[in-house]
């Protein structure tokens, strides 16, 4: 079964930093493309970044492009989303996702963590 | 404003057949499949339609996916009222971006 855990997520004041992890167990996780999207309070799902197997190849959204980088430890079976510069709009949950075997889009996804932006 | 576009709300009765819509453009929908969502609040996302129309197992088969030009569609037939939650498309954009609906919240009177 897969298991995607995500960890990380807290309240941190404009400006700031943060690194989230994402453990995943249950598949080969070195052979999938992996992804972060988000949920703004109130807001629909958007997607925030994608990475390729063996991590050379990564995609942001606009919204986060130069701010945010993702990252995987094959060896730890863990992702990262690194978030730097960070702003009140980047307040969500934030998911971690397997994605399908034809596209970097989610298949699987963890059950998310908070990230709160605010003085 | 989303990429691609979903009407906000959708609503049936009990046994009843509702259709959800998801359009997009030729970057994105016209080129690349399409990926359907079921959200609960406090949940993770579960992927209902993966490759169009495909289901993943244990997805009953009352949730049917279908692609036309760069709009699809999500079917659901005889409504139940597990059945209400937030529904999502997704796909591929050429501008090397996933990209998702605005999400379509589904009442089942």
């Known amino acids: 079964e897969v298991q995607l855990l995500e960890s990380g997520g807290v309240l941190v004041q404009p400006g700031g930093s943060l690194r989230l992890s994402c453990a995943a167990s249950g598949f080969t996780f070195s052979s999938y493309a992996m992804s972060w999207v988000r949920q703004a309070p109130g807001k629909g799902l958007e997607w925030v970044s994608g990475?390729?197997?063996?991590?050379?190849?990564?995609y942001y959204a606009d919204s986060v492009k130069g701010r945010f980088t993702i990252s995987r430890d094959n060896s730890k079976n863990t992702l990262y989303l690194q978030m730097n510069s960070l702003r009140a709009e980047d307040t969500a949950v934030y998911y971690c996702a397997k994605d399908a075997t034809s596209a970097m889009i989610p298949h699987s996804w963890g059950q998310g963590t908070l990230v709160t932006v605010s003085s | 404003q989303s990429v691609l576009t979903q009407p906000p709300s959708a609503s049936g009765t009990p046994g009843q057949r509702v259709t959800i819509s998801c359009s997009g453009s030729s970057s994105n929908i016209g080129l690349n499949y399409v990926y359907w969502y079921q959200h609960l609040p406090g949940t993770a996302p579960k992927l209902l339609i993966y490759?169009?129309?495909q289901r993943p197992s244990g997805v009953p088969d009352r949730f049917s996916g279908s692609k036309s030009g760069t709009s699809a569609s999500l079917a659901i037939s005889g409504l139940r009222s597990e059945d209400e939650a937030d529904y999502y498309c997704?796909?591929?954009?050429?501008?090397?971006?996933?990209?998702f609906g605005g999400g379509t919240k589904l009442t089942v009177l």
């Open positions: 990475i390729s197997t063996g991590g050379s190849t990564t």
């Open positions: 490759m169009n129309n």
């Open positions: 997704a796909t591929w954009d050429d501008s090397l971006s996933g990209v």
